[in-house]
């Protein structure tokens, strides 16, 4: 019993850390996103509209940001399956997006993105 106590205890606090990492790498990610868009409490819209609060999200909603038609009209909400799906090709996702970006194919790095990303509230702040 001591050792299962002890392999669980061990899990998970290598969850913990594969967690930090996975934010780490997420937070690397973004550096292919930061000529555009921005997060966290000094955020302010670019090219693109500041990622604050996306989770939960309707496309086309960050005031002050100038979208096409096609995001505003997209019906797209946010979560993880919207927003991995999306950032993998964005312009097949919606075509007529002004996002001129590639998209990223990697698995493991769009889930560690949406992970980063995930963690900021609407004003910037770190859930």
């Known amino acids: 019993m001591k050792r299962l106590v002890i392999a669980a205890l061990s899990i998970a606090v290598s969850s913990g850390t594969v967690l930090a990492q996975d934010l780490a ?22 090219v693109g509209p500041v990622l604050n609060g996306i989770d939960g999200r309707k496309a086309g909603s960050v005031e002050g940001f100038s979208y096409s038609d096609a995001n505003k009209d997209s019906g797209i909400t946010w979560n993880e399956e919207s927003f991995k799906e999306y950032i993998r090709d964005p312009r097949a996702k919606v075509p007529g997006t002004k996002m001129i970006f590639a998209g990223i194919k990697s698995d493991k790095e769009v889930t560690d993105l949406w992970g980063y990303l995930k963690q900021f509230a609407a004003n910037g702040s770190k859930k």
Request: glycine share 10%; with cysteine.
């Open 25 to 46: 790498a997420g937070e690397a990610s973004f550096r292919k996103c930061a000529p555009c868009h921005s997060v966290g409490e000094d955020a302010a819209n670019k």
